[in-house]
């Protein structure tokens, strides 16, 4: 979405509020392309007391695999987009505001992306007790045990035939 930012720079109180999506289908992530779905934004664009601010929520789910059994899984994903957006920056640095440049043409698909890529989890779960793969014979561990005998170390061995008997 290509906004014209100049009546928000300078309208006191301009609210815009923003329902769309994000086509990501195209994007790669960890040597996929797990974004199936639009990414759908929810929030607003507003100038208040002269401050102009992008609060919005992405809502997305990827297809990716279980890091662990490597299952395919629908992960669901949200983050927050918050951003002050100015015209021009003064002396002082400030990683706060984001400075935009072609104010006619602000971008916020850019944005969008550019904080999703920034936020997204490096790894996926399908779930928090996920046994993962035998790294032996590589059974899924979450359908029951495989018959791989175990080399236990032999102090354990010993506390193990305890514990059995
Ligand atoms: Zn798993
Ligand atoms: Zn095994």
Request: charged share 25%; proline share 5%; hydrophobic share 40%.
């Given at each position: 979405m290509?906004?014209?930012?100049?009546?928000?720079l300078?309208?006191?109180?301009?609210?815009?509020?923003l329902?769309?999506?994000?086509?990501?289908?195209?994007?790669?992530?960890?040597?996929?392309?797990?974004?199936?779905?639009?990414?759908?934004?929810?929030?607003?664009?507003?100038?208040?007391?002269?401050?102009?601010?992008?609060?919005?929520?992405a809502?997305?789910?990827?297809?990716?695999?279980?890091?662990?059994?490597?299952?395919?899984i629908?992960?669901?994903?949200?983050?927050?987009?918050?951003?002050t957006?100015?015209a021009?920056?003064?002396?002082?640095?400030?990683?706060?505001?984001l400075?935009?440049?072609d104010?006619?043409?602000f971008?916020?698909?850019?944005?969008?992306?550019?904080?999703?890529?920034?936020?997204?989890?490096?790894?996926?779960?399908?779930?928090?007790?996920?046994?993962g793969?035998?790294?032996?014979?590589?059974?899924?561990?979450?359908d029951?045990p495989c018959?791989?005998?175990k080399?236990?170390?032999?102090?354990?061995?010993?506390?193990t035939?305890?514990?059995?008997?």
């Amino acid at each position: 979405m290509i906004i014209d930012l100049e009546p928000f720079l300078n309208v006191e109180g301009l609210v815009k509020e923003l329902d769309y999506t994000v086509d990501l289908s195209g994007e790669e992530f960890l040597g996929g392309k797990p974004f199936n779905a639009p990414v759908s934004v929810k929030g607003i664009l507003s100038n208040h007391s002269g401050i102009v601010t992008v609060d919005a929520d992405a809502d997305f789910t990827m297809s990716v695999c279980c890091d662990r059994c490597a299952k395919p899984i629908d992960f669901p994903y949200d983050i927050a987009i918050n951003h002050t957006l100015v015209a021009s920056l003064n002396d002082e640095e400030n990683d706060d505001l984001l400075l935009v440049e072609d104010i006619k043409n602000f971008n916020l698909d850019e944005l969008v992306t550019d904080d999703i890529f920034l936020n997204l989890p490096s790894k996926f779960l399908c779930s928090e007790d996920c046994k993962g793969l035998c790294p032996k014979c590589g059974k899924d561990l979450n359908d029951g045990p495989c018959s791989c005998r175990k080399e236990i170390d032999p102090r354990l061995a010993a506390l193990t035939q305890l514990l059995d008997n």
